[in-house]
């Protein structure tokens, strides 16, 4: 009942309708960008108010992230250092994973097969952040100091392999979709020239969707870099500089989420800081973020080369 | 092969996650734990009042976002004529999709709980989660509406419809299943987050269910993340109980969009 739906009697309420239309959506446009404006503009300001009384030259240099203490220093290094160690860790895990994972379902799989795991897939990026930080928490962290004694409760390691859990779904997504983007004929004649299945997947398929490929990457580790509840839960809250990934960290969404913000008094130096924090995850998430939409935009054009 | 090897992993990880959810759940499963109010006594502790809240902020949310980012996709999609400002408005929507959830806790905490002195109110984290979702139903909204032929538009314009009619009678019925389906993911994803409800000062021990947006802020994902911080071996059992109620609420919510979206198809096919 498409074309039927259109009545051509009912004349009055259908101007009056049509008069309301674009004001009333035009209206839900300004409502949206306003919300969406003033959320970009509060972090804006706080973060210029926060860096009128800090240097943001020692904001960036130093490595002492004290707030709290009779000296404040604030020092954000130890903080993105951890949110850089997170996201690499997670990716390590989650990249090479998730792509022989999307590889098997578009190449390899049988129907049945296929949809049992896009079934997981779905059913895993609707699990929510603050269940997979429980089971890092309960569940991988005893597993690791069983293997390794000498592994901090609050470490970097079982965070990684949740978050890398968390991010999965995002990479086996868009892993597929790129695949799926390649025209089949390349397998085809692939195939025909006699190359085994293998041999045209890794040589051909895939570095066709190569593109494609580090957008989802990309988008992944955005992810990955804003995620909180998980490194609050598993991480810990030490903000320190360290390479063990036995040892406990401190990310800049950890910082946030754990410093109980609501009680902040508005106008203080260290209720700023919270926004200048913000304001550093929204560069690095943007950061990540803008360049796996630019690949994206890249695969779309097309184009082996 | 390795890529077998690899999804099998992938599969036996959920696997695991789920059964140890459930298996360390169990024993905090009876009828009172999902009524009884919080309680500092991990054998007293219900999610009763952190339900509530999850349903309420669940209500707030699509009550929302859901017509706000479906009249901005209609009018960017519809009536917007391309150009400047078309792409100055998709750009930004695009851009904010991306920032992480914990930062717009602490842009609804200066905006609505400070600002606007809300305070940390159910209607302050109804008000941050559909800030949260709005970029990505605007997005997969305008992909919905942007799918719809254009011939079915050209069709009903040269039997002289207006663009109203042509939005009502062709545009969102067609583009409807989409919409539903994209934004419904959005929510899913959006209810489940407790990063800035804990930003915006969610209470953790709360001894009675919210009865109206202005009572305290209260939910299950917070209540997950308060449970999991407690060091005795019993909050880990209530901690998975909330985590497990958790879990279906999101699994009612997709199932209620599911429904709605065959009702859609069928209308408009």
């Known amino acids: ?305 | 092969m390795a890529c077998g090897v690899a999804a099998a992993m992938v599969a036996a990880a959920f696997l695991t996650m789920a059964v140890v959810l459930v298996a360390k759940a169990w024993s905090a499963a009876d009828l009172g734990f999902l009524f009884d109010p919080s309680s500092r006594v991990a054998d007293r502790a219900g999610i009763g009042p952190a339900l509530a809240g999850t349903l309420w902020l669940a209500a707030l949310t699509v009550a929302f976002a859901f017509p706000v980012g479906v009249g901005t996709a209609v009018y960017l999609e519809e009536y917007l004529p391309p150009g400047g400002v078309a792409v100055v408005v998709s750009g930004a929507v695009a851009n904010l999709a991306g920032v992480p959830s914990v930062v717009y806790g602490v842009a609804g905490l200066a905006l609505f709980v400070r600002g606007m002195g809300m305070g940390p109110t159910l209607l302050a984290g109804g008000c941050t989660l559909a800030a949260l979702a709005l970029p990505t139903v605007i997005v997969t909204s305008r992909a919905a509406i942007r799918a719809v032929p254009r011939g079915l538009r050209e069709a009903a314009y040269s039997l002289g419809a207006t663009r109203w009619q042509v939005v009502r009678g062709q545009v969102l019925p067609a583009a409807a299943p989409g919409i539903v389906t994209g934004s419904c993911a959005a929510f899913i994803r959006t209810v489940g987050e407790a990063a800035p409800l804990l930003v915006l000062g969610a209470v953790s021990v709360m001894t009675f269910a919210p009865r109206s947006p202005a009572d305290p802020l209260t939910s299950l994902p917070t209540q997950v993340f308060a449970w999991s911080t407690r060091s005795q071996q019993d909050f880990a059992a209530v901690a998975a109980g909330a985590g497990v109620a958790l879990l279906l609420v999101l699994l009612v919510m997709n199932l209620v969009a599911r429904v709605v979206r065959r009702r859609l198809q069928g209308v408009s096919a």
């Open chain 1, 1 to 305: 009942m498409t074309a039927a739906g259109i009545s051509v009697t009912r004349r009055a309420p259908r101007r009056l309708a049509d008069r309301l239309a674009r004001p009333a959506f035009l209206a839900c446009t300004v409502l949206a960008a306003a919300t969406l404006v003033a959320v970009a503009g509060v972090l804006g300001v706080e973060t210029v108010r926060f860096f009128g009384t800090v240097s943001p030259v020692r904001f960036f240099t130093e490595v002492d992230w004290t707030p709290f203490a009779e000296e404040p220093r604030f020092g954000v290094l130890p903080l993105l250092a951890a949110t850089a160690q997170i996201t690499a860790g997670a990716a390590f895990f989650a990249v090479p994973a998730g792509l022989m994972t999307a590889v098997y379902m578009e190449h390899y799989a049988g129907v049945r097969t296929e949809r049992v795991l896009a079934g997981v897939t779905g059913l895993l990026a609707a699990v929510p952040t603050v269940v997979l930080g429980y089971f890092a928490l309960t569940f991988v962290t005893p597993l690791l100091r069983a293997l390794w004694p000498g592994t901090e409760a609050f470490n970097a390691l079982s965070a990684c392999l949740a978050v890398g859990l968390m991010i999965l779904p995002t990479v086996i997504v868009f892993t597929r979709n790129a695949l799926r983007s390649v025209p089949a004929a390349l397998m085809e004649t692939g195939l025909a020239l006699g190359a085994g299945r293998g041999r045209v997947v890794a040589r051909v398929m895939v570095p066709a969707a190569a593109p494609g490929i580090g957008a989802a990457v990309f988008l992944a580790m955005a992810r990955a870099a804003g995620e909180t509840m998980i490194v609050t839960l598993a991480a810990g809250n030490q903000a320190q500089l360290t390479w063990s990934p036995l040892e406990g960290l401190r990310t800049l969404t950890a910082y946030i989420a754990q410093s109980s913000l609501g009680d902040a008094p508005s106008g203080t130096v260290q209720y700023g800081a919270f926004f200048a924090v913000s304001a550093v995850l929204f560069a690095v998430t943007w950061g990540l973020h803008a360049t796996g939409r630019f690949l994206m935009s890249r695969r779309s054009r097309g184009g082996l080369g």
